[in-house]
C-alpha cells in the first residue's frame, strides 16, 4: 500500500486562481485522478491521467505532476467551486486504484 | 447510472449485503470497485473486481470480513460484510473504473448508509 497527503484546508478569493496539491510516492510512477465532493452529494471526477477533464467539467479545472507531488489547478475560481477535493491514484503495486488523499476543503472567499 | 441498496442500522458482529445496480452501460466490461465515507471523514477505497471476476482486491481493513462479487447477467455488484465493527459506519458508494491508459473511477453511485447500533 501506500499513502497520498493533502492540505486539509485551502481558500482562494473568487476569480483568483488555486492550487491544491496530494504528495506521495505513488505519484512517482501513477498519475493521480481529483474527485470533487459537495456536501452530501457523490464524488465526482474532475480530472483523470496526465491531465485530462471529463465531459461537462469547465475548463477551468486542470491537472500537472512533478516527481512525487500532484497538483490540482482552478484558474478564476467560482462560487460553485466550494467543496472538497480528493486526489486518488494506484497503489505502489499498481494493481488498483486503492488510494486516497485525506482531501482539501476548499473554501471560495 | 449507478444505484446502490442494501444499508441500514447493525448490531456488532451482524452482517449485511450491499447491492449495487448498472444501468446506460456495457457493465460486464468494466471492473468495479467500493468506496466509503465515515462520517465527516474521507473517502476510503474498501475492495476492488475486475469484469470477469478473475481478479479481487481488499483494503487491509477489511481482508477477511467482506466479499466482493457480482452477477453480469443482473447488472450488478455485490458486498457482503460480516464481522461489522464500529468503525465500519459509513457511506458506501459503488464506482465504475475504467482502465486504459490511465485508471480512474469515473462514475459513482448515490451510495448506501451503513449505520453501526450498540
Known amino acids: 500500500s501506500s499513502e497520498l497527503t493533502q492540505d486539509p484546508a485551502v481558500s482562494v478569493a473568487l476569480g483568483q486562481t488555486v492550487r491544491i496539491t496530494c504528495q506521495g510516492d505513488s505519484l512517482r510512477a501513477f498519475y493521480a485522478n481529483w474527485y470533487q465532493q459537495k456536501p452530501r452529494q457523490a464524488p465526482v471526477l474532475v480530472i483523470y491521467?496526465?491531465?485530462n477533464r471529463p465531459s461537462g467539467i469547465p475548463d477551468r479545472f486542470s491537472g500537472s505532476s512533478s516527481g512525487n507531488t500532484a497538483s490540482l489547478t482552478i484558474t478564476g475560481a467560482q462560487a460553485e467551486d466550494e467543496a472538497s477535493y480528493y486526489c486518488?491514484?494506484?497503489?505502489?503495486?499498481?494493481?488498483?486504484?486503492?488510494?486516497f488523499g485525506g482531501g482539501t476543503k476548499l473554501t471560495v472567499l | 447510472l449507478l444505484v446502490e441498496s442494501g444499508g441500514g442500522l447493525v448490531q456488532p458482529g451482524g452482517s449485511l449485503r450491499l447491492s449495487c445496480v448498472g444501468s446506460?452501460?456495457?457493465?460486464?466490461?468494466?471492473?468495479m470497485n467500493w468506496v466509503r465515507q465515515a462520517p465527516g471523514k474521507g473517502l476510503e477505497w474498501v475492495s476492488y473486481i475486475s469484469s470477469g471476476s478473475t481478479t479481487i482486491y481488499y483494503a487491509d481493513s477489511v481482508k477477511g470480513r467482506f466479499t466482493i462479487s457480482r452477477d453480469n447477467a443482473k447488472k450488478s455488484l455485490f458486498l457482503q460484510l460480516n464481522s461489522l465493527r464500529a468503525e465500519d459506519t459509513a457511506i458506501y458508494y459503488c464506482?465504475?473504473?475504467?482502465?486504459?491508459?490511465?485508471?480512474?473511477?469515473?462514475?459513482w453511485g448515490k451510495g448506501t448508509t451503513v449505520t453501526f447500533s450498540s
Open positions: 491521467g496526465k491531465n
Open positions: 486518488n491514484s494506484r497503489d505502489s503495486s499498481g494493481d488498483h486504484l486503492g488510494v
Open positions: 464506482a465504475r473504473e475504467y482502465r486504459g491508459s490511465y485508471y480512474y473511477m469515473d462514475v
Open positions: 446506460g452501460f456495457s457493465f460486464s466490461s468494466y471492473s
